[in-house]
């Protein structure tokens, strides 16, 4: 059994930052990939952005892409997101998600179901 452990999520006024990491103590991923998803209350969960731990590749969600950045240390089999320029509308519960299946197609990681374990999640409220 993988557990994510995410952490770093907070209050933060419109324009701020925050970080998020995302730990999976017990497992060491060399191949597939670990995303973010959020949910925000009355919404479906989203896909916010993800990272191959093979070559480093990345995929964001329009709605975040030049504020957010998606990073990863391998050593440490820990991930983050690194969320700048917060608004409003970013408010919402932060998952983290991993799965141990390399895709070809990178808009694979764009779906929650090829994610196999999820955190707990960590809530993010942007304030106006």
């Known amino acids: 059994q993988v557990q994510l452990v995410e952490s770093g999520g907070g209050l933060v006024q419109a324009g701020g930052s925050l970080r998020l990491s995302c730990a999976g103590p017990?497992?060491?991923?060399?191949?597939?990939?670990m995303g973010w998803f959020r949910q925000a209350p009355g919404k479906e969960r989203e896909f916010v952005a993800a990272?191959?731990?093979?070559?480093?590749?990345?995929y964001y969600a329009d709605s975040v892409k030049g504020r957010f950045t998606i990073s990863r240390d391998n050593a440490k089999n820990t991930v983050y997101l690194q969320m700048n320029s917060l608004k409003p509308e970013d408010t919402a519960v932060y998952y983290c998600?991993?799965?141990?299946?390399?895709?070809?197609?990178?808009?694979?990681?764009?779906?929650?179901?090829?994610?196999?374990?999820w955190g707990q999640g960590t809530q993010v409220t942007v304030s106006s």
């Open positions: 990272i191959k731990w093979s070559g480093g590749s990345t």
């Open positions: 017990g497992r060491t991923f060399s191949s597939g990939a």
């Open positions: 998600a991993a799965t141990g299946r390399t895709y070809y197609s990178g808009s694979y990681y764009y779906r929650r179901d090829k994610y196999d374990y």
